[in-house]
């Protein structure tokens, strides 16, 4: 817990922004339609067989969630794409955003309201010490 308030990983925090998307899009529930039921690729294909090369699936893969830093390779693509970690690819995201990420000006009212409450509570500190 010490060390807590002493470091910081940006990767941990791009590794726990996926989980929680993920939790997140879990919580909105599954869509259930013919198309996500897969009726036609069952009558298709017929029980029993192989669905998960057909484009019904793959066009449906995502639905659940669509994480950033866990991937949904088989093993064998893993290592033809490279092998990387969870922690690598948060590396490389932490990068990719420190590099590229425009911080967004405070619009001017919004400041001024801030500057406003944060005046209002040192005043009402001030008044009381």
């Not at 529930?29 to 069952?42: K, M, P, Q, S, Y």
Request: charged content about 30%; aromatic content about 6%.
């Amino acid at each position: 817990m010490l060390e807590l308030g002493v470091t910081f990983s940006m990767e941990q925090l791009v590794i726990d922004n996926d989980i929680i998307a993920m939790e997140k899009k879990a919580m909105e529930g599954v869509l259930i339609n013919e198309e996500t039921l897969a009726v036609e690729a069952i009558k298709e294909i017929g029980v029993g067989n192989d669905f998960l090369a057909h484009p019904s699936t793959m066009n449906n893969i995502e639905l659940a969630s669509d994480p950033q830093v866990f991937d949904r390779y088989m093993i064998g693509d893993w290592r033809a794409a490279g092998s990387k970690s969870a922690v690598d690819v948060a590396h490389d995201i932490v990068e990719y955003v420190m590099k590229n990420h425009v911080v967004k000006p405070i619009p001017e009212d919004a400041l001024k309201k801030m500057k406003e409450i944060v005046k209002k509570a040192d005043d009402a500190f001030n008044k009381n010490r």
